[in-house]
């Protein structure tokens, strides 16, 4: 497994649509694992394939408190969310030391393939929901800073920005 490296917003890369998985495969365990060994190196609770740079439909979460019990999500779709709503803060990986209220269905259906290519159906709710319809969020091409307003986006990409520059420097 390796670690790859995580693009950061405004990598233009991170609005790239993720194309459908046509079997999961070697190659895709593969992508997997080392999605997995990435997300808990950068001690995320979840990651789209798009954020390593393959624009693939894959996500890999784990919400646990352990961190032992990842989730593998290939070509994932949302067949049903609540009405309800909920607003929670969110962050993200490609987005490091960021993190905002953003509005989402508090409970979702979604159907995909495991990381064996077996087909299941998932009801989430809570930080699960959150997580999924976020990381999905990746595979359309959408970082969660475009759930905020016009500013507080610019400001965010003029610190990510600075914060590139700063690293170069070094």
């Known amino acids: 497994?390796?670690?790859?490296?995580?693009?950061c917003y405004p990598d233009p890369r991170l609005h790239t649509v993720a194309?459908?998985?046509?079997a999961v495969d070697a190659r895709i365990q593969t992508l997997v694992a080392d999605m997995l060994a990435t997300m808990y190196d950068a001690q995320g609770i979840g990651l789209a394939a798009t954020q390593v740079d393959v624009h693939e439909r894959v996500v890999v979460i784990d919400v646990s408190e352990e961190h032992n019990q990842p989730l593998v999500l290939v070509n994932p779709e949302i067949t049903?969310?609540?009405?309800?709503?909920?607003?929670?803060?969110?962050?993200?990986?490609?987005?490091?030391?960021i993190?905002?209220?953003?509005?989402?269905?508090?409970?979702?259906?979604?159907?995909?393939?495991?990381?064996e290519?077996?087909?299941r159906t998932l009801e989430a709710e809570g930080l699960l929901a959150v997580c999924i319809q976020?990381?999905?969020?990746?595979?359309?091409?959408?970082?969660?800073?475009?759930?905020?307003?016009?500013l507080?986006?610019?400001?965010?990409?003029?610190k990510m920005l600075k914060a590139r520059r700063d690293t170069a420097k070094a």
């Open 134 to 150: 976020h990381e999905m969020d990746h595979l359309l091409g959408k970082v969660f800073v475009e759930y905020l307003s016009p």
């Open 117 to 119: 290519g077996r087909s």
């Open 152 to 158: 507080k986006r610019n400001r965010i990409k003029t």
């Open 1 to 7: 497994m390796a670690v790859l490296p995580i693009l």
């Open 99 to 115: 993190y905002d209220g953003v509005e989402r269905a508090s409970a979702i259906k979604v159907t995909a393939l495991d990381g």
């Open 80 to 97: 049903w969310a609540s009405p309800e709503t909920q607003i929670n803060d969110e962050g993200c990986l490609s987005v490091p030391g």
């Open 19 to 22: 194309r459908p998985v046509q």
